[in-house]
């Protein structure tokens, strides 16, 4: 079994910045994809971000220039850099990852809460 566990959220003012970690731990042979996701009140769920295993990126147009991804493979984390910080951001943030275990699962953590407000 693999598990998923996101922190860093918090509450900040616009323009304020967070940093999110998720860090994967259990049995498994290797990490491929992994994203970031968020659902506001009354939204559905959607991808902020994800990364491959070689590093390649891809961002949700609203939030490009402003947030970063990235992963360190050996501590089996994906980070995300969060700048600039509107209320339109707030929302809880999921980790998701594909995982070799040995069969190729789709994980999901249990999400961490980003509040932007004044």
């Known amino acids: 079994q693999v598990q998923l566990v996101e922190s860093g959220g918090d509450l900040v003012q616009p323009g304020g910045s967070l940093r999110l970690s998720c860090a994967a731990s259990g049995r498994f042979v290797s990490i491929n994809y992994m994203a970031w996701y968020r659902q506001a009140p009354g939204k559905q769920r959607e991808l902020v971000a994800s990364i491959t295993s070689t590093g390649s990126t891809n961002y949700r147009d609203s939030v490009k220039g402003r947030f970063t991804i990235s992963r360190d493979n050996i501590k089996n984390t994906v980070y995300l850099q969060m700048n600039s910080l509107k209320p339109e951001d707030t929302a809880v943030y999921y980790c998701?990852?594909?995982?070799?275990?040995?069969?190729?699962?789709?994980?999901w953590g249990k999400g961490t809460l980003v509040t932007v407000s004044s």
């Open positions: 998701n990852a594909v995982v070799n275990s040995p069969e190729w699962v789709n994980y």
